[in-house]
C-alpha cells in the first residue's frame, strides 16, 4: 500500500531519497550537459541536495512541511551557485510559501506545490515552456495533473502521473533549440540531447514515487 | 586527468586559500565566504568594486584585487557562479559608505545570484549598482552587443573601474566609468584544445589535432569557426580584423592591448601572436599606449589566446595608466 500523506517528517525522508537518486545519476546528467555546456551539471546537483541533506539533519524535529522546503530552497540556492542554485533554490523556497500551514502533502497539495514551482521557475529565469529548460518539465508535469482532475485521484498515482509527463517533457526538450542561458549560443548543436535540467527534475519526480510506492525507501534515515 | 590537486570539490576555495597567503601584501580572505578583499578593507568613503564569477579563470577575478583595481572579489565553484550569500558577505566586508559597483562577466548565473545578493543588500541599506561586462565580440552580433558574454576584456573594465574609484569617484560615477570601458572594449579568443573540470574529469569539447576554434568561449562554448589551425600570424591577424570589423572607430586612434593566454599556451606563443597583432595594429593606424601579454582570464589547461582592444579617449586613458597594486598587476 503505497504512502497516501507525507507528513513533515515523511517529506525530510523523502528530499534525502531524491538526493540519493540525484547523486547516483549524477554521471549520466554530467555527459547530457557535455553535449550542450561544460558537462558539471550533475556535480552541480548532487552538490545542492548534498547541502539539502546535511541542512534537514540539523533542522528541529518538529519543523513542518513548509519550514523543511524553505530551509530545502535556502540550503539548495546557498549550496550550489551557478544559474541553476537560484533557480531550484527560489522554486523550492516558493513551494514552501504555497503550503504555508499545510499538515500533510496529498494529492491537492502536490498540485498546488507543482503549480507554484511553475511559477517560480518561470519568474527567476525568465522562461516559458519551449524554451529547453528545466521548465519544460515542470510545466509537463504541472499541466498532465490539472488536466486529469489530479486533486480526487491517490497521491501515488497522481506524482506516478506527473512523473511520467515530466520525462515525456524532458525527452521531448531533444528537439528543442535554447533561447536562455549558455547554451543559447549553441544553435542547432543542442538537437538530439534532452535538457539536462528538464531531466533532473523528471529524475527528482521518478524518485519521490519510487520512494512513495516502496517500503523499503521508506525507511530511508536521515 | 592530470591535475595538482587534492580534491576535485576543493580547487576553487584551496586555490583562492593559496593565493591569499601568497600575497597578503595585497588581500585577505573574509571569514565564511569564498571570497577576497583588499587587505585595508573596507575604505572609507570609497566606492567598493567587487568582482567575481566561477573558478577555473585564474588570475580572473581574485588575482586583480587591490589598491587600484578591484576591492573584493567572490569565487564560485569551477566554472559556476558564486551564491548570493558570499556576494553579500563580500559586499559589506568592502562598503565605505559610498555603495558598492557589482562588475562581472554577462553569464545567466552571474545575473541571477549578483542580481538577488543585490536585493538582499538594498534591504540592509547598502547601495549597489551592476556593470555587466560584454566584450566577447564572437557571443553574439553587433545589434544584439547587450547579450555578448565576458572574457579577458573584464580586465580593462576593472582597471578603469578600480582607478575611478581610487581617485573618490561617486558610486554614478564609477558606474558610469566601467560603463564606459566595456563600451570601448572588444575582445576574440581562439581554442587550440579543451581543459578538463577537475570534478568531472573529462575534456568539456573534444577539438581534433590540428583543429583550431575562433570565437570559443572561457567554458568551451562554441565560437564563429573551427577550422586548421593556422600560423600564429595568421591567427593574430584574424583576431584583430575581427575587432576591428566590429569596431571600425578603433582605426587611427589610441588603444589598450591584452594578449591573453587561456591557460595552456606558452608565454613564447603569446608573444609571437602579440607581434602580429602589434603590425596589423599599426597598419590600420593604432596607436598603442598600453600593451598586456600574459595569462590574464583563463580557462584552467586550455590551449588558445584571445585578444582585447580597449580603445583609449581622454577620459579613459588616465584611468587606465593609473597605479594598481595586485598579485596578477602591479602598474606603477
Same mark, same amino acid.
Given at each position: 500500500? !503505497?504512502?497516501?500523506?507525507?507528513?513533515?517528517?515523511?517529506?525530510?525522508?523523502?528530499?534525502? /531519497?531524491?538526493?540519493?537518486?540525484?547523486?547516483?545519476?549524477?554521471?549520466?546528467?554530467?555527459?547530457?550537459?557535455?553535449?550542450?555546456?561544460?558537462?558539471?551539471?550533475?556535480?552541480?546537483?548532487?552538490?545542492? /541536495?548534498?547541502?539539502?541533506?546535511?541542512?534537514?539533519?540539523?533542522?528541529?524535529?518538529?519543523?513542518?512541511?513548509? !519550514?523543511?522546503?524553505?530551509?530545502?530552497?535556502?540550503?539548495?540556492?546557498?549550496?550550489?551557485?551557478?544559474?541553476?542554485?537560484?533557480?531550484?533554490?527560489?522554486?523550492?523556497?516558493?513551494?514552501?510559501?504555497?503550503?504555508?500551514?499545510?499538515?500533510?502533502?496529498?494529492?491537492?497539495?502536490?498540485?498546488?506545490?507543482?503549480?507554484?514551482?511553475?511559477?517560480?521557475?518561470?519568474?527567476?529565469?525568465?522562461?516559458?515552456?519551449?524554451?529547453?529548460?528545466?521548465?519544460?518539465?515542470?510545466?509537463?508535469?504541472?499541466?498532465?495533473?490539472? !488536466?486529469?482532475?489530479?486533486?480526487?485521484?491517490?497521491?501515488?498515482?497522481?506524482?506516478?502521473?506527473?512523473?511520467?509527463?515530466?520525462?515525456?517533457?524532458?525527452?521531448?526538450?531533444?528537439?528543442?533549440?535554447?533561447?536562455?542561458?549558455?547554451?543559447?549560443?549553441?544553435?542547432?548543436?543542442?538537437?538530439?540531447?534532452?535538457?539536462?535540467?528538464?531531466?533532473?527534475?523528471?529524475?527528482?519526480?521518478?524518485?519521490?514515487?519510487?520512494?512513495?510506492?516502496?517500503?523499503?525507501?521508506?525507511?530511508?534515515?536521515? | 586527468?592530470?591535475?595538482?590537486?587534492? +580534491?576535485?570539490?576543493?580547487?576553487?576555495?584551496?586555490?583562492? $586559500?593559496?593565493?591569499?597567503?601568497?600575497?597578503?601584501?595585497?588581500?585577505?580572505?573574509?571569514?565564511?565566504?569564498?571570497?577576497?578583499? =583588499?587587505? #585595508?578593507?573596507? *575604505?572609507?568613503?570609497?566606492?567598493?568594486?567587487?568582482?567575481?564569477?566561477?573558478?577555473?579563470?585564474? &588570475?580572473?577575478?581574485?588575482?586583480?584585487?587591490?589598491?587600484?583595481?578591484? +576591492?573584493?572579489?567572490?569565487?564560485?565553484?569551477?566554472?559556476?557562479?558564486?551564491?548570493?550569500?558570499?556576494?553579500?558577505?563580500?559586499?559589506?566586508?568592502?562598503?565605505?559608505?559610498?555603495?558598492?559597483?557589482?562588475?562581472?562577466?554577462?553569464? %545567466?548565473? +552571474?545575473?541571477?545570484?549578483?542580481?538577488?545578493?543585490?536585493?538582499?543588500?538594498? $534591504?540592509?541599506?547598502?547601495?549597489?549598482?551592476?556593470? =555587466?561586462?560584454?566584450?566577447?565580440?564572437?557571443?553574439?552580433?553587433?545589434?544584439?552587443?547587450?547579450? =555578448?558574454?565576458?572574457?579577458?576584456?573584464?580586465?580593462?573594465?576593472?582597471?578603469?573601474?578600480?582607478?575611478?574609484?581610487?581617485?573618490?569617484?561617486?558610486?554614478?560615477?564609477?558606474?558610469?566609468?566601467?560603463?564606459?570601458?566595456?563600451?570601448?572594449?572588444? %575582445?576574440?579568443?581562439?581554442?587550440?584544445?579543451?581543459?578538463?573540470?577537475?570534478?568531472?574529469?573529462?575534456?568539456?569539447? #573534444?577539438?581534433?589535432? @590540428? +583543429?583550431?576554434?575562433?570565437?570559443?568561449?572561457?567554458?568551451?562554448?562554441?565560437?564563429?569557426?573551427?577550422?586548421?589551425?593556422?600560423?600564429?600570424?595568421?591567427?593574430?591577424?584574424?583576431?584583430?580584423?575581427?575587432?576591428?570589423? #566590429?569596431? &571600425? $572607430?578603433?582605426?587611427? @586612434?589610441?588603444?589598450?592591448?591584452?594578449?591573453? @593566454?587561456?591557460?595552456?599556451?606558452?608565454?613564447?606563443?603569446?608573444?609571437?601572436?602579440?607581434?602580429?597583432?602589434?603590425?596589423?595594429?599599426?597598419?590600420?593606424?593604432?596607436?598603442?599606449?598600453?600593451?598586456? *601579454?600574459?595569462?590574464?582570464?583563463? %580557462?584552467?589547461?586550455?590551449?588558445?589566446?584571445?585578444? %582585447?582592444?580597449? =580603445?583609449?579617449?581622454?577620459?579613459?586613458? &588616465?584611468?587606465?595608466?593609473?597605479?594598481?597594486?595586485?598579485?596578477?598587476?602591479?602598474?606603477?
Amino acid at each position: 500500500m !503505497a504512502l497516501q500523506a507525507i507528513d513533515a517528517r515523511r517529506l525530510s525522508q523523502m528530499l534525502v /531519497f531524491v538526493a540519493g537518486e540525484i547523486a547516483r545519476r549524477e554521471a549520466e546528467l554530467n555527459a547530457l550537459d557535455a553535449a550542450a555546456g561544460d558537462g558539471d551539471h550533475g556535480i552541480t546537483m548532487r552538490i545542492g /541536495f548534498e547541502a539539502i541533506r546535511e541542512r534537514l539533519g540539523q533542522l528541529d524535529p518538529a519543523t513542518p512541511v513548509d !519550514a523543511i522546503l524553505r530551509e530545502s530552497g535556502n540550503a539548495f540556492l546557498g549550496g550550489t551557485g551557478g544559474a541553476i542554485g537560484v533557480v531550484m533554490g527560489k522554486m523550492l523556497m516558493a513551494g514552501g510559501k504555497a503550503l504555508q500551514g499545510v499538515q500533510e502533502i496529498r494529492a491537492p497539495e502536490f498540485l498546488l506545490l507543482l503549480n507554484s514551482w511553475e511559477t517560480s521557475v518561470s519568474a527567476t529565469g525568465k522562461v516559458k515552456p519551449g524554451d529547453r529548460t528545466i521548465l519544460d518539465a515542470i510545466h509537463g508535469a504541472a499541466s498532465a495533473l490539472t !488536466a486529469s482532475d489530479a486533486t480526487k485521484k491517490d497521491l501515488d498515482v497522481v506524482v506516478d502521473l506527473s512523473a511520467a509527463a515530466a520525462q515525456e517533457a524532458a525527452r521531448s526538450t531533444a528537439d528543442m533549440l535554447c533561447r536562455v542561458g549558455r547554451a543559447s549560443r549553441l544553435g542547432t548543436r543542442v538537437l538530439g540531447h534532452p535538457d539536462p535540467g528538464a531531466t533532473s527534475f523528471a529524475i527528482m519526480l521518478r524518485a519521490m514515487h519510487d520512494w512513495i510506492t516502496s517500503p523499503t525507501a521508506l525507511d530511508t534515515q536521515l | 586527468m592530470k591535475k595538482l590537486i587534492n +580534491d576535485p570539490r576543493k580547487v576553487a576555495a584551496e586555490a583562492l $586559500e593559496g593565493l591569499a597567503l601568497a600575497y597578503p601584501q595585497y588581500l585577505r580572505l573574509v571569514p565564511n565566504a569564498q571570497a577576497v578583499v =583588499r587587505k #585595508d578593507a573596507p *575604505v572609507a568613503g570609497k566606492v567598493g568594486v567587487l568582482s567575481g564569477g566561477g573558478s577555473g579563470h585564474e &588570475p580572473m577575478f581574485a588575482g586583480f584585487v587591490g589598491a587600484g583595481m578591484a +576591492d573584493g572579489s567572490v569565487a564560485g565553484n569551477i566554472f559556476a557562479s558564486p551564491p548570493p550569500q558570499p556576494i553579500v558577505t563580500a559586499a559589506k566586508a568592502i562598503h565605505g559608505g559610498a555603495g558598492v559597483l557589482f562588475l562581472y562577466g554577462n553569464y %545567466s548565473g +552571474d545575473v541571477l545570484n549578483f542580481d538577488m545578493a543585490a536585493e538582499m543588500l538594498e $534591504e540592509e541599506g547598502i547601495r549597489t549598482s551592476t556593470v =555587466r561586462i560584454t566584450d566577447d565580440v564572437a557571443s553574439a552580433p553587433p545589434e544584439r552587443h547587450e547579450e =555578448r558574454r565576458g572574457i579577458a576584456g573584464d580586465f580593462f573594465v576593472i582597471k578603469v573601474a578600480g582607478a575611478c574609484a581610487a581617485r573618490e569617484g561617486s558610486l554614478a560615477e564609477v558606474t558610469a566609468a566601467a560603463e564606459e570601458a566595456n563600451r570601448h572594449t572588444r %575582445s576574440m579568443g581562439v581554442a587550440l584544445s579543451s581543459c578538463i573540470i577537475p570534478a568531472s574529469g573529462t575534456p568539456i569539447f #573534444d577539438l581534433a589535432e @590540428g +583543429d583550431m576554434e575562433v570565437g570559443m568561449g572561457l567554458h568551451g562554448e562554441p565560437g564563429v569557426e573551427r577550422a586548421r589551425l593556422k600560423s600564429a600570424n595568421e591567427v593574430a591577424e584574424e583576431l584583430v580584423r575581427r575587432i576591428l570589423e #566590429d569596431m &571600425p $572607430e578603433l582605426a587611427n @586612434g589610441d588603444a589598450a592591448i591584452l594578449v591573453n @593566454g587561456l591557460g595552456a599556451t606558452p608565454l613564447a606563443e603569446l608573444f609571437i601572436v602579440f607581434r602580429a597583432a602589434h603590425a596589423m595594429l599599426v597598419r590600420h593606424g593604432v596607436t598603442i599606449r598600453h600593451s598586456y *601579454v600574459g595569462n590574464y582570464a583563463t %580557462s584552467l589547461e586550455m590551449a588558445g589566446c584571445s585578444i %582585447s582592444l580597449l =580603445r583609449l579617449n581622454e577620459r579613459l586613458k &588616465p584611468w587606465l595608466a593609473a597605479p594598481a597594486q595586485t598579485p596578477a598587476l602591479v602598474q606603477i
